[in-house]
C-alpha cells in the first residue's frame, strides 16, 4: 500500500473517530441536562411537600378547640425545624454530575487530539500527492508523449498499409 493510500485510510479513520467522539460529547450533554432538570425536579417537589406539611402543621398549631397543647407543641418544633430546612442537592446527585462532567472533559481532550491529528493527516496527504505528482509515482506516464506515439503508430500504418 503506498503511503498516500495509507495516509488516506488513516484520515478515514480519523474522521470516523471524530464524529463518534462528537455523538459521545452531545450524549454527555443530553445526560448532564437530564441529571439538573431531574434534581431541579426533586427540589421542587421537596419543596412543595414541604409547604404543605408546613400548611397542615400551622393548622395544628391553630387548632386550640381540637388539638392539645402537647400535640401543638410538637407540631410547632417540627414547623421550626422544617422552616429552617432548605431543600438542597444530594452528595450523590452533585457526585453523578461531576462524573459526567469528568467524562465530557475527557472525550473533549479526546476530540482536540483527533482534531489535531485529523489537520496533520490532512497535511501530510497534501504533501504526499504533491510529492507523488513532482516524483511521478502518481502518474508515470506523459500523456502527451503517449498520444504523439498513437499518432505515429497511424500515421505509420496508413504508410505501410494505406488507408483504407
Known amino acids: 500500500m503506498s503511503e498516500f493510500t495509507k495516509c488516506a485510510a488513516r484520515l478515514d479513520q480519523l474522521a470516523e473517530d ?3 467522539t462528537g455523538l459521545s460529547i452531545k450524549c454527555a450533554n443530553s445526560e448532564l441536562v ?8 426533586r427540589l421542587r ?3 412543595r411537600r414541604n409547604e404543605d406539611r408546613a400548611k397542615e402543621l400551622r393548622a395544628t398549631i391553630a387548632d386550640t378547640a381540637n388539638r392539645s397543647a ?7 418544633q417540627e414547623l421550626e425545624r422544617l422552616e429552617a430546612v432548605t431543600p438542597k442537592i444530594t452528595p450523590e446527585e452533585r457526585q453523578m454530575f461531576q462524573e459526567k462532567i469528568d467524562e465530557a472533559d475527557s472525550t473533549l481532550k479526546d476530540m482536540k487530539k483527533i482534531e489535531q491529528d485529523l489537520r ?6 497534501k504533501r504526499r500527492l504533491e510529492e507523488d ?3 511521478l509515482k502518481l502518474y508515470p506516464l506523459d500523456v502527451q508523449l503517449l498520444s504523439r506515439n498513437i499518432e505515429d503508430k497511424q500515421a505509420e500504418f496508413s504508410k505501410r498499409f494505406g488507408e483504407g
Open 70 to 76: 402537647i400535640v401543638r407543641k410538637m407540631a410547632a
Open 45 to 47: 417537589q421537596e419543596q
Open 133 to 135: 505528482f513532482t516524483l
Open 34 to 41: 437530564e441529571i439538573m432538570v431531574g434534581v431541579s425536579t
Open 120 to 125: 496533520n493527516t490532512r497535511a501530510e496527504i
Open 18 to 20: 471524530y464524529r463518534i
